[in-house]
């Protein structure tokens, strides 16, 4: 995987760089400064393995563009997530450095800014919803880990409600290193696809549902209550879904090419 710690590495080995000069890089990988509101810290998928993404909920549109810029020449991608139309406006505006490209999701309201192709790291991540109201927070979590370089399996609409849609699912999620099942209403789906697989899964409840135990307090109690082993993360978590299942996937990915 390319990344700017690699590239700097590089650049070492070669005697393209001094040593005092790569000392004086590494100390900047912490963070970087933009303007007077915010710190990016594009060296996260170096440090971790899960690249930084930027939300931009409470952003102003003009701010937005500033950091995704700044994040895209640092880090070479940036996900930006939760974006409203005044600020899909402004990326579409922006004035992106050449060789680099811009992609919207209008389900998921997630924009990608990357220089570059798109590679395969080799990690293979499966992602599930029970209904089709599930489906922008299950995207949430495909093209995140998509980004992070693993190949995605998608199947939605198979909740319980109809639970012999499942099974012909499954069958073609066996290969998978991870799961992600998102779920609202009462959020039976990942427990039930936990009891059936040997795949980590993830669930990720949704918003949806009504009443007592709606907006997704039903369906991520649920979860937290399952008898089957699964992991958790928070209401409309997408991000934070496909995150965990990219960084378990590619772990897997580099075990297989030991």
Known sequence: MNTPLRDLLKKLSCQEISVEEA????????????????????????????????????????????????????????????VSQPQLEALRC???????????????R???????????????????????????VAEEARITAEEMGC?????????????????PTLERMRSMDALVVAAGREGTLPAVVAGLVDAPVIGLPVSTGYGAGGKGQAALLSM?????????????????????????????AWERRR
């Not at 990608?112 to 922008?136: C, F, H, Y």
């Not at 995605?152 to 909740?159: A, F, L, M, P, R």
Request: proline share 3%; net charge neutral; aromatic share 6%.
């Open 23 to 82: 000392v004086r890089q590494v100390r900047m990988l912490s963070y970087n400064q933009v303007g007077e509101i915010a710190k990016i810290d594009p060296w996260r998928a170096d440090r971790i393995g899960v690249p930084e993404a930027v939300l931009a909920e409470g952003k102003t549109a003009e701010g937005l563009v500033e950091i995704a810029l700044a994040h895209l020449n640092a880090a070479g991608s940036v996900i930006i997530t939760r």
């Open 94 to 108: 922006a004035s992106v450095p050449e060789g680099a490209s811009f992609s919207w999701s209008e389900q998921a």
């Open 110 to 136: 997630i924009a990608l800014l990357r220089r570059g192709e798109w590679k395969d790291l080799g990690g293979r991540v499966g992602v599930l919803s029970a209904g089709t109201a599930d489906i922008p």
């Open 151 to 167: 190949r995605i399996t998608c199947d939605y609409d198979v909740g319980v409600a109809g639970i012999h849609r499942l099974f």
């Open 224 to 252: 937290l209550q399952s008898c089957s082993v699964l992991a958790v993360v928070n209401i409309d978590a997408g991000f934070v879904a496909g995150a965990f299942a990219g960084k378990i996937a590619l772990q897997r």
